[in-house]
Structures are given as C-alpha cells and as structure tokens.
C-alpha cells in the first residue's frame, strides 16, 4: 500500500528552521542593541565627568585671572613707585649737585688764582679770573679736568694785565658742567655725605 504523508514536514521543518533563523537573528540584534545602549550610557556618564571637569577648570581658570589681575596692578604700582624713587632721588642730586660743584671748584683753585666771573647756562660753563702765572693757570685747569663735574675743559684766553702795579695774567675757561656725575666719578667725600 502507498502512503501519502498529507503532512507537510518537510515544509514544517522549513518553518521550524525559519523561525529558529528569526529567533536567532531577533537575539543577535537585540544583544547588539542593548551593547550599543550601553557603550552609549558609558559614553554619556564618561562625557558627564569630562563636562564637570572642564567647568572645574574653567573656574580655576576665571580665579587664576582675577588673581594674575591683581598681580598686573601690583606689578603696575611697584613700576610707578620705583619711578617716583627715581624722580625723588634725582631730584635730591639736583639738589646738592651745585653745592658739590662749588665746592670741587673751591678745592681745585690754586692759592695764586682768583675767579672773578662765572657764567653757567644750559651746561655750558664760562670761568674767568686773574693769577699769577701761566703755570698756576696750568694747575688749575689739570685740577678741574680730573673732577667727575667738569668736561671739556679748555682755556680759551690768557692775557698778561697790570692790576694795582702786579703784572697778572688774565684768563677765560670754558668747560661743560655735570652736576650728576656717575657714582664712581664722585668724590669720596661727597659719597660719604651721600650716606649720611
């Protein structure tokens, strides 16, 4: 006898196989999304922390420049109040640079000579005066070319005068006047004063 199988198996097994291919593709999907869902919850939490530290950073940053600001102005005030200093200490050597100058021109004049005129403008410094000899003329300008307070030293005239019957002679110097000289140019004298 033939039997005919009514039952479609092999059709039913096509199915089964199917729907196990289904199933299977239906978990590897759903696996790979919940992977993907969690990398993305990972990936949100880690950029959370990055965001929270770069706005920790930031407010280091705003306090770092309200500080560098201050520093700025301070920095600004020691500039100013050195220049002050400078100002106030050159001013004080201005003050006393004439006295020093005269009394460096006392100190370099000759017992023999006397000055009768002196003219200063702009720096430019003119010395007139009578002695008794060239030689003590002589003296007198090697005596003012090794003072820190005058340059350019330099004997424009001598000419030979009778005053009261003695033979004299007549001189005109002219030199460049530094009322600030350098600090190792000053005297040690007038350092001393400095110091007081």
């Known amino acids: 006898m033939i039997r005919v199988n009514l039952l479609p198996v092999r ?3 096509a199915e089964v196989g199917r729907r196990q291919e289904l199933a299977l593709a239906g978990l590897s999907f759903g696996a790979t999304l919940l992977l993907v869902f969690v990398v993305y919850l990972f990936q949100g939490y880690r ?5 929270n530290e770069i706005d920790g950073f930031n407010k280091e940053i705003a306090i770092l420049n309200v500080q560098a600001k201050g520093v700025a102005d301070l920095q ?15 001013l004080n050597q201005k003050k006393t640079g004439p006295v020093r100058l005269m009394e ?21 410094l003119s010395l007139g005066g009578m002695a008794v000899d060239n030689q003590t003329i002589a003296e007198f300008l090697k005596a003012l070319a090794g003072l820190p307070y005058f340059r350019n030293v330099e004997l424009v005239e001598a000419t030979q ?10 001189f005109l110097v002219k030199a ?3 009322y600030q000289p350098p600090e190792s140019g000053i005297p040690p004298n007038a350092r001393e ?4």
């Open 161 to 170: 005068v009778e005053q009261g019957g003695l033979p004299l002679k007549k």
């Open 176 to 178: 460049n006047v530094v």
């Open 47 to 51: 950029l959370s922390q990055l965001n």
């Open 76 to 90: 600004q005030r020691i500039a100013d109040l050195r220049g002050k200093v400078k100002a106030i200490d050159e």
């Open 104 to 124: 460096s021109l006392s100190t370099a004049t000759p017992g023999r000579l006397w000055l009768v005129e002196f003219k200063e403008f702009g720096g430019d």
């Open 193 to 196: 004063g400095k110091k007081r």
């Open 11 to 13: 059709e039913i097994q």
